[in-house]
């Protein structure tokens, strides 16, 4: 059994130590380095927000929606307000400023969802009202005692169904189920002309792309601890990925002075983008306030699978342009993000898609309609390359799918359609620094794969061997 | 039901406390005893960061009413470094970078040394088997890995003869 320690070999970098020449080695790259929360990590004694345990500690349980889509008639709280225990319940007129979208920072709009739901649901397990008790479980039975009627609403599951004439409107705020771009209805691409080149091309490959909601499911659910403080303000334990995002955006919510809150955090149980919409610390901060004592708001594990926000489908359309000998000379995307029942961090992803587009290749001629839709599915959100991974996902299997129809060698095919620099994007940006013929090159020598001469001359800087 | 006293010997402690009907080990050893090193990450079981010992078997005690291992012997991540000083599992994963979010860490560490006390020579495979019941979302599990099989390595080099008398 041979394993070893990781990382070993720092010997790179010795020629630079020595050019230090100093005598202390202030050098760091290529050195193994110990991270500077590990010990806490090793011994237990890292705080991560649920280990926070003010007295008086009361809990808050959500009571969701059970419809994809459905007008609210009543809700009745009479039963779970008589459960002993239960110190408070909230609705949505609780609430100082209900209607939000956490990208209004950076100037997106419209304000599209609730806090709290107010006379219609748009997805199934969406926050209706939330219940403060003293016990955990006095809360999950207020909660469970809760009756809500609902006036259902057809619903609408998939980007293309939901675009057509006539389809169910999702979410009134936006009008229609889209997300308007500058006046437009996606964010789109035109470079040259596609259709010109599906008329002088040899081939025209046309394939379609799904990918399903990914959720991060990180081993620490998403929640927080709000305690008042003797001086009126509310001091926020979460375990948030964006701790002044987060109080930026509750500071709005609560209407309040972004100084009366303050956000203990940065230590995360794992997020992978799935703690950056900002969900619990609001409704928390409503409840800690209102019931005047600490308050705790984690999903179980449950709610953490069906309500927290996952990495969006993806339905991608790749129509191409290619000539005998492989080179691509038009490249045609439609793609559709399924944003869920509200925008969330996805009309950002979907131009994220948009400015992926064609992947690393000069192609002269390209056409991307990238569509974020509106569904009663869960809002998606951030995850890892959001907008980018799927859309690679696409644009690779694509690649492929040519090389076998015109029995060519994948990386070959890559190789003559890479970009180099000083090559125009269909963004109208100058490719600079590309290294992708270097990297395929690299890879090939690694695998074994044999590339011909003049593939394995070619080069990022020069248009050579083209 | 009425709560009742439980008593149980925690890191080599006698503790005594006011258990509620149904409480779990896990809810008792954080919220009755102040050690939070265990964490809740499923509360069903499924992702083994609640880990810790009961009478030196690894047990998920989210799972373990707390009334059923009363008397028991408990070790939690508080009791591994005795005097402050890190013991080979923990400072093998420092050294190894077994570490990222930091959440799964305890339960790692207390499979680590369960299977470390019963084998002290285990195998890439032992060690994979000992951590299956464990998740490490930032998908850490190879660096894990070693620096379970790096501990083992360097608390048999540590002491020899107490490794050959088990």
Request: aromatic share 6%.
């Amino acid at each position: 059994m041979t394993y070893r320690l990781a990382p070993i070999d720092t010997s790179t970098f010795t020629a630079e130590r020595a050019a230090a020449g100093t005598g202390t080695d202030h050098t760091v790259i290529g050195s193994a380095v110990q991270r500077s929360d590990a010990r806490g990590h090793v011994t237990g004694r890292t705080e991560f927000f649920e280990d926070v345990a003010p007295p008086r500690l009361a809990h808050l349980k959500m009571h969701r929606s059970a419809r994809h889509h459905a007008r609210i008639a009543d809700v009745d709280l009479t039963e779970a307000l008589a459960v002993p225990r239960v110190l408070r319940i909230l609705t949505h007129a609780d609430i100082p400023n209900n209607l939000f979208t956490p990208l209004k920072l950076i100037g997106v709009g419209p304000d599209d969802e609730p806090v709290l739901a107010v006379d219609k649901v748009r997805y199934l397990g969406e926050p209706i009202c939330a219940v403060v008790a003293e016990t955990e479980a006095a809360a999950l039975e207020g909660a469970a005692r809760i009756k809500v009627t609902y006036e259902d609403l057809p619903p609408v599951f998939d980007v293309e169904e939901a675009l057509k004439e006539g389809a169910p409107l999702v979410n009134e705020y936006h009008g229609q189920n889209h997300f308007r771009y500058e006046g437009h209805h996606c964010r789109r691409i035109r470079f040259g002309d596609v259709e010109e080149a599906f008329a002088r091309a040899d081939h025209v490959f046309e394939w379609r792309y799904q990918s399903a909601p990914i959720e991060q499911a990180p081993v620490e659910t998403t929640g927080c601890v709000v305690v008042p403080q003797a001086d009126g303000r509310l001091r926020i334990h979460s375990d948030t990925q964006a701790c002044f995002f987060t109080l930026d955006n509750t500071a709005l919510i609560l209407e309040t002075p972004f100084n009366k809150l303050r956000i203990v955090g940065g230590t995360v149980g794992g997020g992978f983008g799935g703690k950056v919409d900002v969900v619990v610390e609001p409704v928390a901060c409503v409840a800690a306030m209102l019931a005047d004592r600490p308050v705790k708001f984690v999903y179980d594990r449950a709610e953490e699978m069906q309500v927290s926000s996952p990495r969006a489908a993806e339905r991608i359309y790749i129509k191409d342009a290619v000539m005998n000998d492989g080179r691509i000379i038009g490249r045609k995307v439609t793609l559709y993000v399924d944003a869920g029942a509200y925008s969330r961090h996805s009309p950002y992803g979907t131009t994220k898609a948009a400015a992926h587009l064609p992947g690393p290749y000069a192609i002269p001629n390209v056409w991307a309609d990238c569509h974020c839709v509106f569904t009663n599915r869960t809002p998606s959100s951030a995850m890892r390359g959001f907008g980018v991974t799927i859309a690679d996902f696409a644009l690779e299997s694509q690649m492929d799918r040519i090389a076998r129809a015109l029995d060519l060698d994948p990386l070959r095919l890559r190789l003559l359609n890479a970009y180099r620099d000083g090559d125009l994007k269909a963004h109208r940006k100058v490719a600079e620094g590309t290294a992708l013929v270097e990297v395929i090159q690299k890879v090939a020598e690694m695998a074994g794969h044999e590339l011909p001469e003049t593939y394995r001359r070619m080069s990022s800087t020069t248009r050579e061997g083209l | 039901m009425p709560s009742q006293i439980v008593s149980l010997v925690v890191n080599g402690e006698q503790r005594e406390f006011i258990a509620a009907p149904g409480a779990t080990l896990l809810a008792s050893l954080r919220e009755s005893l102040g050690l939070t090193a265990a964490k809740r990450g499923c509360a069903q079981g499924a992702c083994g960061t609640c880990t810790v010992l009961v009478d030196g078997r690894p047990e998920v005690s989210c799972l373990v009413a707390v009334e059923t291992v009363a008397g028991r012997s408990i070790r939690t991540l508080e009791g591994v470094a005795a005097g402050g000083e890190l013991d080979e599992v923990q400072s093998a994963f420092v050294d190894c970078f077994a570490t990222q979010c930091g959440f799964c860490t305890a339960g790692m560490i207390m499979v680590a040394e369960a299977l470390l006390d019963r084998n002290p020579d285990p195998s890439d495979e032992d060690v994979v088997e000992a951590i299956s019941g464990n998740v490490c979302r930032c998908t850490g599990y190879r660096p894990i890995v070693i620096a379970i099989l790096e501990a083992a390595r360097r608390r048999r080099e540590q002491a020899p003869q107490e490794v050959a008398s088990r």
